[in-house]
């Protein structure tokens, strides 16, 4: 995994009001720190909704928390006359450091396409969070154009045209893949996360490449992490489902124990 820091992100979609949120980082923490997890060897995100981010924030605040926090979406403007809304400014001032991009729910059941996901990308690095730009083929496009093409086509479009390009993240996530139970083989997933990397040492340069982490995310439970982080292409995984019960994701965050046995 080069030198990259592990990234274990969960992203919880629109479950759990902002009780349940509490409820589950609760537990979530106290599960991991019952297992000695080190955060600076494996970072541990959640990702909750909107509703719940200032209720999270000030749990992770109050108790010292050292899991991070992410949103699920943010708007390409600042601030202004967009009815329903969030600027990336908000989600700064509540510590998000992270927020998902383009995910295939949004591309799906909001028509987000390319140029919508490259401005909420340019409002993420404005506001000085960190975009975790997701990727992936539907099932079609995999017929047709192969594993690699749409996420690499995916990739390059969120980044184009950047003045000041901060840390992002990638999450390779075939769409066929998600809340299926079908997963791509670590195989599959090592060869597509190596071809987002050598494209993005051909568009921005070796450096940010090596930089970059690029996740797995797709049906991922805790008996099926390691298999996909053993490969140095994959630098942590996006999960959704399983991210809801705190034992399975802290099972997915100390993936590290299972590849060292
Ligand atoms: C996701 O929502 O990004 C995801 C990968 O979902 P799941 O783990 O449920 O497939």
């Known amino acids: 995994m080069a030198n990259r820091v592990p990234l274990i992100a969960g992203n919880w979609k629109m479950n759990l009001d902002h009780q349940q949120a509490i409820a589950l980082v609760q537990k979530l923490s106290w599960t991991l720190k019952d297992a000695d997890h080190d955060y600076k060897t494996t970072e541990v995100v959640v990702f909750p909704p909107f509703t719940d981010?200032?209720?999270?924030?000030?749990?992770?605040?109050?108790?010292?928390?050292?899991?991070?926090?992410?949103?699920?979406?943010?708007?390409?403007?600042?601030?202004?006359?967009?009815?329903?809304?969030?600027?990336?400014?908000?989600?700064?001032?509540?510590?998000?450091?992270?927020?998902?991009?383009?995910?295939?729910?949004?591309?799906?059941?909001?028509?987000?396409?390319?140029?919508?996901?490259?401005?909420?990308?340019?409002?993420?690095?404005?506001?000085?969070?960190?975009?975790?730009?997701?990727?992936?083929?539907?099932?079609?496009?995999?017929?047709?154009?192969?594993?690699?093409?749409?996420?690499?086509?995916?990739?390059?479009?969120?980044?184009?045209?950047?003045?000041?390009?901060?840390?992002?993240?990638?999450?390779?996530e075939p769409v066929w893949a998600i809340g299926t139970g079908k997963v791509a083989t670590a195989e599959e997933a090592a060869a597509v996360c190596g071809k987002i990397r050598e494209a993005l040492a051909a568009e921005l340069g070796e450096a940010v490449a090596q930089s970059t982490r690029i996740l797995y995310g797709g049906s991922v439970k805790a008996n099926n992490v390691a298999g996909f982080l053993r490969s140095t292409e994959v630098d942590g995984v996006l999960v959704g489902g399983a991210s809801l019960d705190a034992e399975e994701f802290s099972g997915i965050a100390r993936f590290l124990k299972h590849i060292a046995l």
Do not use: W
């Not at 001032?93 to 992270?98: H, I, S």
């Open 53 to 172: 981010i200032r209720s999270v924030q000030t749990l992770m605040d109050a108790d010292k928390l050292e899991l991070g926090l992410g949103a699920q979406d943010l708007s390409k403007f600042d601030s202004g006359a967009y009815t329903g809304e969030i600027s990336g400014a908000f989600l700064s001032k509540l510590d998000v450091k992270y927020v998902l991009v383009g995910h295939s729910e949004r591309r799906q059941y909001h028509s987000e396409g390319d140029d919508v996901i490259q401005a909420k990308t340019a409002a993420a690095f404005r506001h000085g969070l960190v975009p975790v730009i997701c990727v992936g083929e539907t099932l079609e496009e995999l017929e047709t154009e192969g594993q690699s093409a749409v996420p690499i086509r995916q990739t390059l479009a969120a980044l184009a045209g950047h003045d000041n390009i901060g840390e992002f993240v990638i999450a390779y």
